[in-house]
């Protein structure tokens, strides 16, 4: 087995790992953290039925980013919307036989990658031709999009310029989820993709890119404006009440 | 008035964008509180006003990371900002002043990036890559400028595609600066007022007593029927909880007798209470939850004590917020509570009301009912539009749909007067902008700012003005109505235009002498 075989197995595994752990660190990090207060930004959903249908919204059509800039809500939403089609497309490397939605999403996934990198494009545009987003950007926030560009620019090469032994990659994939190590071919822009999307795994729970496990416990978009109705109060917040005015338990 | 110390933005008849003027208002700073302050709520106070305690740093830190680990609004939004710019022209201070620190995203940096510095791996090992700061002195002065250059509107969590709230990040940086002695003088004596005393004014219950009988004068020579207002009366179906500027100051005192009249003409049994003679409740401007129920506090047992059935609240935008969102946490007013200390309460209140109840909501049940009768023409001298405080629209509800604090407060003025004119859409409902003045900012030492940040909705006030003769800018919030009365003239127009719903309602409402039962 090549040295670049064993490396690259070695890199996704500790990738895989730092991903997972790291998320499930900060998801447990967020599920403990108790919400003392309801503080849903109104008008809002008065049942839970509500607030699933509104934190639907917020993900597939970014409502409240729709409401505040119809720019940066077309370039981050092309974006995101492409990169969902453009992994789903990418699942037919780790399945065998291909789901069969997998390759009816085949094509919009093949073409998405040239949405993506547009959406991208805007998006980095912005952070130089506005002042004021200019003023709020950091270094992390240039270098983000310059990863997933670098994801997208090397994806699209091998899709449209210069193929790669796209078999032989599956086959390195599909060995690597039972722990039977495949070859993997030896094609620089492959490894730079693969480089590339492995940095963006090790960075997702230690980054920005918290905003995804992080939209689902926003306080102000997933709690019920039910405050009248039902008495909510914290488990820190209950100490409180004994013996004040009241009969301690 | 004297002459300003800094340049009135001018009306264009637009709410524009301005250019980022990095520190345009970095100057901009209240009086720091003292030690005596600081200490009568609870908190440290420093050797001078706005000097450090010792071991402040880590102290700092160790509150931050405190927070952090109470609040799950804070630990998300300090990681999940992706600085996309969304919420950057949605602040009034910001298009007031072109400061880019009073840009919601960067108001939060200010401690994102000591979080990020302390709390966060990448922060640890890559500080200047992700933008990651010590904590020293000069931070927490520009924390101190900057967290009391937000009125807490939540305008921004509209706008945020993660609902990320500034509200709660300037919650926290105001507890924390309090937790090294750094609090700021105006807020804090005011909470300090409201534990030893009762209200934020400070008003004894002799003076309150006098005042209330002053007014009773007045509107009986006004109106030739002898309209009450009760105090500390016991077994009553109402006790109403209104702010203490309903008492004293202008425009208020016109919503207040707007109250009574409705009770009056409704036949309903009510009273105030000296012992909480106070809807505000400033805890909620720096964050501290203990304060928060220890001010919220007098009124459950004001309620208790006084036998009441129904718990009604006066026009106070942060105090419905407080009463409508959090009183059912903090003290157990409202229904679904099944602890002993909730359940004592729900024993005693009318569960076909909800509690509490806004004024606006109890007016307009009455109005449906039938039971108030208006001479609508008495108000024709005024064309009224309705300016939506912050706290009503983005942190309270009224009624039982979402949405119902824009429709009914509008169904009350509508009912009331004959001339309405709606601001520009995108400036009132969820989209209201602020006053310039809530939050903790209602001070004359920050009056810069408050008359900056009132550029937004002077432009919405003025358009109307200009193209529907408005006159009249009705509003259910004792701080709009102080900002707003201070403000208006520095746009040219007159303080007079500024007042009450129940303003209106006292105006038009039809009375009759009622006997004693």
Redesign the interface.
């Known amino acids: 087995m090549s040295f670049l075989t064993v490396l690259y197995a070695c890199i996704f595994y500790a990738a895989t790992a730092m991903l997972v752990g790291g998320l499930a660190v900060k998801i447990n990090r967020y599920a403990r953290t108790p919400a003392p207060l309801k503080i849903p930004t109104t008008p809002a959903p008065t049942t839970t039925g509500g607030v699933v249908f509104r934190m639907a919204r917020e993900v597939a059509l970014f409502e409240s980013l729709f409401k505040s800039n119809k720019w940066i809500w077309l370039f981050g939403w092309l974006f995101h919307v492409s990169l969902l089609l453009v992994t789903l497309r990418h699942l037919r490397y780790f399945t065998d036989p291909v789901w069969f939605w997998v390759v009816w999403a085949q094509p919009f996934g093949k073409y998405a990658g040239f949405a993506m990198v547009a959406g991208l494009g805007g998006l980095w545009a912005r952070r130089f031709l506005v002042d004021r987003v200019r003023y709020i950007s950091t270094p992390s926030d240039h270098l983000m999009l310059v990863l997933l560009l670098g994801i997208g620019l090397s994806g699209l090469g091998m899709s449209f310029v210069a193929h790669t032994d796209i078999v032989a990659v599956k086959e390195f994939f599909l060995g690597l989820m039972v722990f039977d190590l495949h070859p993997l071919p030896a094609d620089p822009v492959l490894l730079v993709h693969l480089s590339l999307v492995a940095l963006l795994m090790v960075i997702f729970p230690i980054s920005k890119l918290l905003h995804a496990p992080g939209i689902f416990f926003s306080p102000t978009r997933n709690q019920t404006d039910d405050s009248r109705e039902r008495r909510h109060i914290a488990p820190w917040a209950t100490k409180f009440d004994v013996g004040s005015g009241s009969k301690s338990k | 008035m004297a002459a300003p110390q800094f340049e009135v933005p001018k009306l264009t008849g637009n709410i524009e ?1 301005p ?2 003027k ?1 520190g345009a208002s970095a100057h901009v700073r209240s009086y720091p509180a003292n030690a005596v302050i600081q200490e009568s709520i609870g908190f440290p106070g420093g050797a001078a006003p706005g000097e450090l305690v010792e071991g402040w740093h880590d102290k700092a830190i160790s509150k931050m990371g405190d927070l ?6 804070l ?3 300090m ?12 602040c009034h201070y910001f298009l007031g002043t072109g400061d ?1 620190k009073n ?1 919601p ?2 108001r939060q ?1 200010l401690m994102r990036s000591v979080y990020r510095r302390h709390f ?3 922060g640890k090992y ?1 500080p ?4 990651a700061k010590d904590l020293t002195k000069e931070v927490l002065d520009d924390w101190y400028a900057y967290y009391y250059q937000c009125s807490e509107c ?1 305008r921004c ?9 500034t509200a ?1 990040v300037t919650m926290a940086g105001r507890e924390i600066l309090d937790t090294v002695g750094y609090g700021q003088k105006y807020t804090n004596e005011i909470i300090g007022k409201l534990h030893k005393i009762g209200n934020n004014l400070g008003l004894p219950g002799p003076a309150l007593l006098d005042t209330l009988e002053g007014m009773e004068e007045d509107m009986l020579d006004a109106t030739g029927v002898a309209v009450k207002l009760p105090l500390d009366v016991a077994g009553v179906e109402v006790l109403l909880v209104t702010p203490s500027a309903d008492f004293f100051a202008e425009p208020h005192v016109e919503s207040l007798m707007g109250y009574a009249k409705v009770f009056h003409a409704a036949g309903i049994s009510w009273t105030l209470s000296t012992t909480a003679s106070e809807a505000g409740n400033f805890g909620i401007f720096i964050g501290s ?2 304060n928060m ?1 220890r001010a919220a ?1 007098r009124i ?2 004001a309620a ?1 004590e006084l036998g009441v059935k129904r718990i009604v609240v006066g026009e106070c935008g942060h105090a419905w917020r407080v009463a ?3 009183w ?2 903090l003290i ?1 007013v ?9 359940i ?1 309460l729900q024993k005693q209140l009318d569960p076909r009301y ?3 109840q806004h004024i606006c909501e109890f007016t307009l049940d009455l109005i449906k009912q039938g039971k108030l009768k208006f001479d609508k023409s008495l108000n024709d001298h005024r064309v009224v539009t309705f300016h939506d405080s912050c706290n009503v ?5 009224m009624g ?4 119902g ?2 429709i009914i407060p509008r169904e009350v003025i509508k009912a009331v007067v004959n001339n309405y004119h709606d601001m520009a859409e995108e400036t009132i409902g ?2 209201t902008y602020c006053c310039g003045g809530g939050g903790g900012i209602l001070t004359d030492d920050l009056l810069e700012i408050r008359v900056k940040g009132a550029l937004p909705r002077m432009e919405a006030f003025n358009n109307e003005v200009q193209e529907n003769k408005v006159n009249f800018l009705a509003l259910i919030c004792a701080i709009c109505k102080s900002q707003f009365t201070k403000v208006v003239p520095f746009y040219g127009f007159d303080m007079s235009m500024v007042g009450g719903v129940h303003q209106l309602v006292s105006t038009a409402i039809l009375l009759e002498n009622k006997e004693e039962e």
């Open positions: 964008v250019a980022v990095e952090l680990g109470r609040y799950r609004s630990q998300v939004f990681d999940a900002c992706v600085h996309c710019g969304a919420c950057t022209d949605k880019p840009m995203v960067a940096d966060t791996f990448a890559f200047s890559l992700v933008g939540r969590s509209v706008y945020c595609p993660y609902g990320i709230d709660e939850y203990e129920r506090m459950r047992e208790l409508y969102s959090f059912n946490t157990g409202g229904a679904g509570g099944e602890d002993p200390f909730s004592e909800p509690a509490p629209a983005r942190g309270s509800r039982d749909i979402p949405g604090q824009f969820e989209g």
